[in-house]
């Protein structure tokens, strides 16, 4: 076991004594009063105490877990020797007095000031910033206040309440040392101001020289839960405005007891749990507020009492009502400017955006570089700005590649629709990217609708180009079978006519002739299968007659479900063909066992649905019969969906306008 942690436990185990201590005295002779007082004291302590114990466990050989039990137990210290000197003076006799005690009572007030103390030299690694001066500091806050118990010990004068008759431990002095002990005593106040001050200059120089982006976190939670102070010294201004008296004090300093050791705590085990630039900065910003709003109340209560001859609290405080509303639209400069001296981040990455919107509204800048410009305010290469793509789960990035993994990310939204997500670096704060995701919306919608218009252009020319392909070739196999068919067949019945002609006397003309009947009906029925291609004949008495006579070749259950309105020759002709290739896919690739078409017309829309119940996982691929039908549907202005996940079937629907 460290050093550091045994000196923490044992302070802990002392706490513990003292308050069992404390509680046997408030059975010897105490009122509510003091067993209220004691209690609250004790509570508020525990924190200080429980969480240097946690440090102290967690980071062994960190000394501020020990100074933070330390502080804690000064704490318990302060109440039970209150509640012994109540009991003294309220029941004498009851407890023995010590003059050890009661002598070194009368300085140990500035022990309370050398935990918090050495917590800025110390924090948060445990060690002193290279340097003779801060080792001198460090020696100095141990020193002043030891040399100051001792010298106000040896004071003269009699001891307040209750130990007035209680002999000096330290002895007494003759008179003229006494005149010369008691400047010096006096001379070491300034002292411990200097070290106080010096102890709060420590950390600033820590802070300047971290470049390690954890250590200058932490060090501005320590500075977080030091605020405190000031806001203690706001309320004991607020309480002498209201109350007359310092009572109000009382709840700040309860508050800095609880929050020096809890934000010291979060600092060393987890400064990342929150963003303390933001926190620091809205704390700093209001504590100015409140400030300005106190004095003006203090400046309307005197001018109103200069006036009225009497102070006016109503009239003082509609003044500062007044003043809080003009201070309102201030109040957003003001956080600017606090923002840019201790929130840079924030303030560098807000104005980024803005610049980049204006200049985009001017015509000035393409809104793709948000990221670029996030990562360069940021000083994060590490950013990263994904779009998601309109009707679907798809993440891109501005040039529309695939965005990747984003586990760490933070999900910008725009009425209430996801619409891309922000990414985080290594520096960059979870508080931060989501007041970034609110600024950036408009911004990221912009570039996420730009992406779908480039791509819906590039489905358009590819589209265009593969109807350009398909029309070629089935110009070529049009060639091809009229060549190769009803051509070849036209021609040899004419050669054979021909030659009937020339021995028409010696020829079985009946042979010829049945022959030549034969070649024409295989030429017609040729040619009828060519023009069945070009557009089904079955189509001349409505779509509901072409899909019943397609289905009947189907070898699976099919149920048919058709519309009875009539459909335009153009919307029947695509609809046919979109049914005839997903008929055949199903009947090829799904092992189904039943097919359910239905062909629906509503508000203005035709829609083709073919659902059957097999192994499912159909996608449309480049050059497959899906891919053909999907440039047929989108060439009539419709949109073809092809859904399904593998074991659940497969859905194919197709949507075509429908004009009235």
Not at 220 to 237: I, Q, R, S, Y
Not at 244 to 262: S, Y
Not at 303 to 322: F, N
Request: overall charge neutral; glycine content about 10%.
């Amino acid at each position: 076991m460290t050093l550091a942690r045994l000196v923490a436990y044992g302070m802990a185990a002392i706490a513990a004594v003292l308050v069992g201590a404390g509680i046997w005295l408030l059975t010897v002779g105490a009122d509510g009063g003091q067993v209220v007082y004691f209690a609250g004291a004790c509570l508020l302590a525990s924190a200080s105490v429980v969480l240097g114990v946690l440090i102290a466990t967690k980071r062994p050989t960190n000394v501020v877990g020990a100074l933070l039990t330390f502080f804690g137990l000064l704490a318990v210290w302060v109440a039970w020797t209150d509640v012994y000197a109540y009991v003294v003076e309220h029941h004498p006799g009851r407890l023995p007095v010590s003059p050890l005690l009661a002598t070194a009572g009368q300085g140990s007030w500035m022990l309370n000031y050398v935990p918090a103390a050495l917590l800025m030299l110390l924090f948060p690694d445990g060690r002193l910033l290279p340097g003779r001066r801060w080792r001198v500091v460090a020696v100095g806050l141990v020193v002043v206040p030891g040399a100051f118990i001792v010298l106000t010990g040896l004071d003269p004068a009699p001891f307040p309440a209750p130990f007035a008759d209680v002999d000096h431990a330290f002895g007494t002095p003759p008179p003229a040392l006494a005149r010369v002990l008691e400047p010096i005593a006096i001379a070491l106040l300034p002292g411990l101001l200097a070290l106080l001050v010096a102890s709060a200059a420590a950390m600033v120089v820590r802070h300047r020289r971290a470049t390690d982006p954890i250590r200058r976190a932490q060090v501005k939670w320590f500075a977080l839960g030091a605020l405190f102070l000031p806001a203690t010294l706001l309320l004991c201004w607020l309480s002498y405005l209201l109350l007359d008296g310092p009572d109000l004090a009382v709840a700040g300093l309860a508050a800095t007891l609880i929050a020096v050791p809890t934000a010291t705590t979060v600092g060393i085990l987890r400064h990342d749990l929150y963003d303390v630039d933001k926190a620091l900065s809205a704390t700093v910003t209001y504590g100015l507020v409140t400030a300005a709003l106190l004095a003006f109340y203090t400046l309307a209560m005197f001018v109103a009492g200069v006036a009225a001859g009497r102070s006016s609290p109503v009239a003082a405080a509609g003044a500062t009502a007044l003043c809080a509303l003009a201070l309102s639209p201030l109040r957003i400069r003001l956080q600017r400017e606090v923002d840019r001296r201790l929130y840079p981040a924030r303030r560098a990455a807000l104005m980024a955006i803005e610049d980049l919107r204006d200049r985009m509204h001017a015509g000035e800048a393409a809104p793709e570089r948000l990221e670029e410009a996030l990562r360069q305010a940021l000083r994060d290469p590490s950013v990263r700005v994904g779009y998601r793509m309109p009707g679907t789960n798809e993440l891109v990035t501005a040039t529309g590649a695939g965005f990747g993994a984003a586990g760490d990310a933070t999900a910008i939204q725009l009425g209430g629709q996801q619409i891309g997500v922000l990414v985080r670096g290594e520096t960059t704060t979870r508080e931060l990217m989501r007041e970034l995701a609110d600024a950036c919306a408009l911004l990221v919608e912009v570039v996420r609708l730009r992406l779908q218009l480039r791509r819906a252009l590039r489905d358009v020319e590819a589209s265009r180009a593969r109807l350009l392909r398909a029309g070629y070739a089935e110009r070529l196999r049009l060639e091809r079978d009229l060549h190769d068919g009803a051509q070849q067949r036209l021609v040899s019945l004419g050669m054979a006519l021909r030659l009937a002609q020339r021995h028409l006397p010696e020829t079985d003309v009946s042979g010829l002739l049945d022959q030549a009947v034969a070649e024409l009906g295989t030429a017609v029925a040729e040619l009828r299968q060519i023009a069945q291609g070009l557009r089904p004949s079955s189509l001349d008495e409505g779509l509901a007659n072409a899909l019943t006579m397609l289905v009947r070749g189907v070898p699976l259950s099919v149920t048919l479900d058709v519309c009875t309105e009539p459909v335009p020759e153009d919307l029947a002709t695509t609809a046919y063909y979109v049914a005839s290739e997903a008929l055949t896919n199903v009947v090829k690739h799904a092992t189904a066992t039943a097919i359910h078409l239905r062909v629906s017309r509503a508000d203005d829309r035709l829609t083709v649905t073919i659902r059957d119940d097999g192994v499912g996982g159909a996608r449309m691929r480049p050059g497959g019969g899906l891919a053909g039908i999907s440039d047929r549907v989108a060439a009539a202005g419709g949109a073809l969906t092809v859904a399904g996940q593998p074991g659940d079937g497969t859905l194919v629907e197709a949507v075509l306008p429908c004009g009235s």
